[in-house]
């Protein structure tokens, strides 16, 4: 990961903040953020986050409508349609390999994760990959 990362941040609670993050690791149960509006540091709990989009601009293009369709990139994994417990939806591929077994107990080799990238299916969306929270996730579809 880069020095600083423009990373829009997605909370449980429907909140949202642009910041930046440096040093992201996703097996941290918090992460520091610095919120782009106003500099503030906060420690955030991985927890209270349902995912971590890492955006090209702050701004993106309000005109812009996300195709949710595999059709016109090269596949990059496994195909995934993500439905979050407040009902919105991603479709994209599956950075490394399926991350988990029945019921989202998230684990790969004995270390305990907090969720996966996943790269837009959408090659033009201002979304350069999410990371999504498994603990926000109602369910997953996973096509190889």
Do not use: C, H
């Not at 953020?33 to 540091?41: F, I, L, P, Q, T």
């Not at 991985?46 to 971590?52: C, V, Y």
């Not at 596949?75 to 399926?98: Q, T």
């Amino acid at each position: 990961m880069s020095d600083r990362e423009k990373v829009v941040f997605r909370f449980n609670s429907g909140e949202v903040v642009k910041g930046f993050l440096t040093d992201f690791r996703p097996d941290l149960p918090t992460l520091d953020m610095e919120d782009a509006s106003n500099g503030s540091r906060t420690r955030v709990p991985m927890e209270e986050l349902k995912a971590l989009f890492f955006v090209r601009s702050f701004e993106g293009d309000n005109e812009y409508k996300e195709k949710k369709a595999y059709g016109g990139s090269k596949a990059k994994g496994n195909r995934a349609f993500i439905r979050f417990r407040d009902g919105e939806s991603l479709v994209g591929f599956l950075e490394g390999d399926v991350p988990w077994k029945r019921g989202f107990f998230l684990s790969k080799q004995g270390a305990e994760m907090k969720g996966f990238f996943l790269l837009p299916a959408d090659e033009d969306t201002n979304n350069l990959k999410v990371f999504v929270i498994a603990s926000s996730i109602s369910d997953v579809t996973v096509v190889p």
